[in-house]
C-alpha cells in the first residue's frame, strides 16, 4: 500500500519525467535517439506519402515524437501545448478540411513530378550539408535546471510579456474572421 | 551525454524534411503541412536552446510561434477551400492567378 502511494505521488508530479530523464546519460541518450527516430521517421512519411489522410496521420506520429522531446527537455507547458494545440486542434482542422474537399483519385495521382523530386531532395541535402557542420559547432556550458512549468512559464507571460500576449488574441481574432470571411459561401452568387 | 548540437542537428534534420516536402509537393494542403513541419523544426530548436541556455523566453516564443501557426493554418485552409470552389483545383501550379 505504502509503495502504490509513493508510486503515485512520483506519477502525479513531474518529478517522475525529471526522475526518468536525470538517472543516467545513457536513459537519456536512449530516449532522445528514440524519440528522434520516430519524428524524423514519421516526418518523412507525412512528406512521402501520397495519400493526404495517411500524411496527415503520420505527420501526428511525428509531433507526438516532438511533443516528448518537449519532456525530455523539460518543457512541460509546451510538451502540453504541442498535443493540446496541434494533435488536438490543427491537425483535426485538416481532417476535416482533407474530408470536406473529398478529392478524388485523379487529382491525387499527379501531385508528384520526377525532375522536381530529385532537384527538391538535392537541395535538401545540400541545406542539410551546410547546417549540420555549423550546428554542430555550437557548445552550450550547462545550466541550471529550469523546468517548464505552467507556474514558470505563466508568472513570465504575465509580467514581461503581457503586450505581446494580448497583442495575440488580436491576430487569433483576425484569423477567425478572416477564415470565416473567406470560406463561407457567398448568398448573392 | 545528450549537448545541444543534438537537438539542434535533429531541428535541422526536420527542418529540411519540411523544405523538401514544400518544394516537392503540389497539392496545396500538403504545402501547408509541410510549413506545419517547419514550424515544429523551430519550435525544437528555441526549446532546446531555452534548456540549455537556463532562460525560459524561448518556451515562451514557442507558445507566440504556436499561436502564429494556428492563426495561418486556419486561414490558409480557407483558401484551400476557395481554390478548390473556384478553380476546382488544389494543384499549386495550376493557381496562376497572380502570374501577370
Known amino acids: 500500500m505504502w509503495t502504490i502511494n509513493k508510486m503515485f505521488s512520483i506519477i502525479g508530479s513531474h518529478n517522475f519525467v ?7 546519460p545513457h536513459v537519456e541518450a536512449c530516449f532522445f535517439y528514440l524519440f528522434t527516430t520516430v519524428m524524423l521517421v514519421a516526418a518523412i512519411g507525412a512528406v512521402a506519402l501520397r495519400s493526404p489522410i495517411y500524411s496527415l496521420l503520420s505527420l501526428l506520429v511525428s509531433m507526438f515524437a516532438v511533443a516528448a522531446l518537449f519532456v525530455l527537455l523539460h518543457a512541460f507547458f509546451v510538451a502540453a501545448l504541442q498535443v493540446l494545440l496541434y494533435a488536438g486542434a490543427i491537425l483535426v482542422l485538416f481532417l476535416f478540411v482533407i474530408m470536406l474537399l473529398n478529392l478524388n483519385q485523379q487529382e491525387l495521382s499527379r501531385t508528384r513530378q520526377h525532375t522536381l523530386l530529385v532537384l527538391g531532395v538535392g537541395a535538401g541535402l545540400v541545406l542539410l550539408s551546410v547546417l549540420v557542420p555549423i550546428l554542430r559547432l555550437t557548445a552550450a556550458a550547462p ?13 513570465l507571460l504575465f509580467t514581461q510579456y503581457l503586450l505581446p500576449f494580448e497583442v495575440t488574441s488580436l491576430l487569433l481574432l483576425a484569423a477567425i474572421v478572416g477564415a470565416v470571411v473567406l470560406a463561407k459561401r457567398r448568398i448573392d452568387t | ?9 535533429a531541428s535541422a534534420a526536420l527542418f529540411v524534411i519540411g523544405f523538401v516536402g514544400m ?22 530548436a528555441l526549446v532546446a536552446a531555452s534548456r540549455y541556455l537556463g532562460n525560459l523566453n524561448g518556451q515562451i516564443l514557442v507558445f507566440f510561434s504556436m499561436t502564429v501557426a494556428a492563426a495561418e493554418v486556419s486561414v490558409g485552409l480557407a483558401i484551400a477551400i476557395l481554390l478548390v470552389r473556384h478553380l476546382k483545383t488544389l494543384n499549386a501550379d495550376e493557381v496562376r492567378l497572380l502570374k501577370w
Do not use: C, K, Q, W
Open chain 2, 1 to 9: 551525454m545528450i549537448n545541444l548540437h543534438h537537438y539542434l542537428v
Open chain 2, 23 to 44: 518544394v516537392t509537393r503540389r497539392n496545396a494542403i500538403l504545402l501547408l503541412l509541410s510549413i506545419e513541419i517547419l514550424f515544429n523544426a523551430a519550435n525544437l
Open chain 1, 143 to 155: 545550466a541550471p535546471d529550469t523546468p517548464g512549468t505552467i507556474t514558470a512559464i505563466g508568472r
Open chain 1, 18 to 24: 525529471i526522475f526518468f530523464t536525470t538517472s543516467g
